[in-house]
T-cell receptor
Framework: DTAVSQTPKYLVTQMGNDKSIKCEQN?????MYWYKQDSKKFLKIMFS???????INETVPNRFSPKSPDKAHLNLHINSLELGDSAVYFC??????????????FGPGTRLTVL | TQLLEQSPQFLSIQEGENLTVYCNSS?????LQWYRQEPGEGPVLLVT???GGEVKKLKRLTFQFGDARKDSSLHITAAQPGDTGLYLC??????????????WGLGTSLAVNP
């Protein structure tokens, strides 16, 4: 029973296309995140939602639009894909981001390749 | 800007050897976390350290938080191939809206050869 799931696992697409990645968590957490991990393995937060409300938006281009239809789901839509968008995108969730012991649970990642 | 620097970046050792990896910053953190990421998967939390000077043990892994809460180390005793992975440290910070987020080090990629 997967805690945080993402689809698709792999996404290969042409420059200029629009694509979406979906994420679901069954942990009952209030907070969800999108991260981008580049080829050097650097993990950088993009967005965070708490109870469907956007609370963190880290200077990500407007081409990226997250949507949280409910607490358990966080989707990421990307318009006009560029070569530099190629990376692994991780969804994560946590219960209380303000606790020192807050644990983030990650999905398996979506490897996006833009050709 | 708070940064977390990890060293070494890459480490390849033989099974049974001991190793230590480091996570350093010029900033004080209220806590630091260590995660392990295996190929094709997301990071998984290993430990959270909160108190300066704290030492936590997880089987063959020993984690230490520096007295000044600016650095942390991870020591693995008698490494096994199953320890292979990317070890990431992360610490909390706040954005302009006072929302808490994690910043991450670049990681240490460990390969333990049989």
């Amino acid at each position: 029973d997967t805690a945080v799931s993402q689809t698709p696992k792999y996404l290969v697409t042409q420059m200029g296309n629009d694509k979406s990645i979906k994420c679901e968590q069954n942990l009952g957490h209030d907070t969800m995140y999108w991260y981008k991990q580049d080829s050097k393995k650097f993990l950088k937060i993009m967005f965070s939602y708490n109870n469907k409300e956007l609370i963190i938006n880290e200077t990500v281009p407007n081409r990226f639009s997250p949507k949280s239809p409910d607490k358990a789901h966080l989707n990421l839509h990307i318009n006009s894909l560029e070569l530099g968008d190629s990376a692994v995108y991780f969804c994560a969730s946590s219960q209380d981001p303000y606790s020192s012991y807050n644990e983030q649970f990650f999905g398996p990642g979506t490897r996006l390749t833009v050709l | 800007t708070q940064l977390l620097e990890q060293s070494p970046q890459f480490l390849s050792i033989q099974e049974g050897e001991n190793l230590t990896v480091y996570c350093n910053s010029s900033s004080v953190f209220s806590s630091l976390q260590w995660y392990r990421q295996e190929p094709g998967e997301g990071p998984v939390l290993l430990v959270t350290v909160v108190t300066g000077g704290e030492v936590k043990k997880l089987k063959r892994l020993t984690f230490q938080f520096g007295d000044a809460r600016k650095d942390s180390s991870l020591h693995i005793t008698a490494a096994q191939p199953g320890d292979t992975g990317l070890y990431l440290c992360a610490g909390p910070t706040y954005n302009a809206g006072n929302n808490r987020k994690l910043i991450w080090g670049l990681g240490t990629s460990l390969a333990v050869n049989p």
